[in-house]
Nanobody, 124 residues
Framework: QVQLVESGGGLVQAGGSLRLSCGAS????????MGWFRQAPGKEREFVAA????????YYADSVKGRFTISRDNAKSTVYLQMNSLKPEDTAVYYC?????????????????WGQGTQVTVSS
């Protein structure tokens, strides 16, 4: 089992940047592929980005491609989401998630472990 804690959210103006972090504890972090999801007010939670165990493979939602970058540091048991050129429509609670497989997935059901979320608010 793995426990996940997100941090780094906050209020930022449109066009600005934020970096989210997700620290993991418990079982070996490098055994898990990781993902970021988000849920905006009144909307369902959606996929944002994913990274495989080694960090060699990443995948992004079309809405964030070219603006967001997912990365991981297995020595620090941490996954990151660098968010640039933020837009008001990026406002949401951002969640990190872990799955005990090597490859990435965009499906929420494939992730067994979730953090509590961190709020990102982008003002226009």
């Amino acid at each position: 089992q793995v426990q996940l804690v997100e941090s780094g959210g906050g209020l930022v103006q449109a066009g600005g940047s934020l970096r989210l972090s997700c620290g993991a504890s418990g079982r070996t972090f490098s055994s898990y592929a990781m993902g970021w999801f988000r849920q905006a007010p009144g909307k369902e939670r959606e996929f944002v980005a994913a990274i495989n165990r080694s960090g060699s493979n990443t995948y992004y939602a079309d809405s964030v491609k070219g603006r967001f970058t997912i990365s991981r540091d297995n020595a620090k048991s941490t996954v990151y989401l660098q968010m640039n050129s933020l837009k008001p429509e990026d406002t949401a609670v951002y969640y990190c998630a872990a799955r005990y497989y090597s490859n990435t997935s965009t499906r929420q059901a494939d992730y067994a472990y979730w953090g509590q979320g961190t709020q990102v608010t982008v003002s226009s």
